[in-house]
T-cell receptor
Framework: AQSVTQLDSQVPVFEEAPVELRCNYS??????LFWYVQYPNQGLQLLLK??????LVESINGFEAEFNKSQTSFHLRKPSVHISDTAEYFC??????????FGKGTRLSVIA | GAGVSQSPSNKVTEKGKDVELRCDPI?????LYWYRQSLGQGLEFLIY????????KSGLPSDRFSAERTGGSVSTLTIQRTQQEDSAVYLC???????????????FGSGTRLTVV
């Protein structure tokens, strides 16, 4: 069975500072990895995903995540956050024939 | 439709009553998923459909929960004899098919916030 651990439930950070949201997964099979974002009072939106190939994946709004197989991690990073990045971020994992399993989420609060 | 549509957006019900939550997936999406989002619990998988059949319903918490999908489109999640612990946001998602969803992710609706009083 697959599982996802998001180590931080809340991360406060000042505007324009860098941020890292941590995600570790466990799985006995090849996995696909995802980050979703949920802005206040909205549904979940896919932010980025890792399927294969380059271990560094990027989103259109400056976030990036790196797949590290040896550490079973898929941490999300942004070098400089904006107020508009305030949201809840969910890491998820799936196998070839299994639905996505989500972590408990990390609430990112950007402080002006 | 253009996106995944869920109704109602909010539902308040009395303990012991039955509720029905509706999900209308993106047109042409054959796979449909239900998740529950509770405070501090993240997203819990409930059930998914490929067409009208449910290959995996392992996440349904009890026999008070059931779901169906007819015509390969709209799905209804029914909770019988609601309890306070059923209070949560129920999220529906869809994908072209399950393989696409497992590999590339899903499109989520905005959810139904259920409050049992």
């Amino acid at each position: 069975a697959q599982s996802v651990t998001q180590l931080d439930s809340q991360v406060p950070v000042f505007e324009e500072a860098p941020v890292e949201l941590r995600c570790n997964y466990s799985s006995s099979v090849s996995v696909y990895l995802f980050w979703y974002v949920q802005y206040p009072n909205q549904g979940l939106q896919l932010l980025l995903k890792y399927l294969s190939g380059s271990t560094l994946v990027e989103s259109i709004n400056g976030f990036e995540a790196e797949f590290n197989k040896s550490q079973t991690s898929f941490h999300l990073r942004k070098p400089s956050v904006h107020i508009s990045d305030t949201a809840e971020y969910f890491c998820a994992v799936s196998g070839r024939n299994t639905p996505l399993v989500f972590g408990k989420g990390t609430r990112l609060s950007v402080i002006a | 439709g253009a996106g995944v549509s869920q109704s109602p957006s909010n539902k308040v019900t009395e303990k012991g009553k039955d509720v029905e939550l509706r999900c209308d997936p993106i047109s042409g999406h054959t796979a449909l998923y239900w998740y529950r989002q509770s405070l501090g619990q993240g997203l819990e998988f409930l059930i998914y459909f490929q067409g009208n059949s449910a290959p995996d319903k392992s996440g349904l918490p009890s026999d008070r929960f059931s779901a169906e999908r007819t015509g390969g489109s709209v799905s209804t999640l029914t909770i019988q004899r609601t309890q306070q612990e059923d209070s949560a946001v129920y999220l529906c998602a869809s994908s072209l098919d399950r393989a696409f969803g497992f590999n590339y992710g899903y499109t989520f609706g905005s959810g139904t916030r259920l409050t049992v009083v």
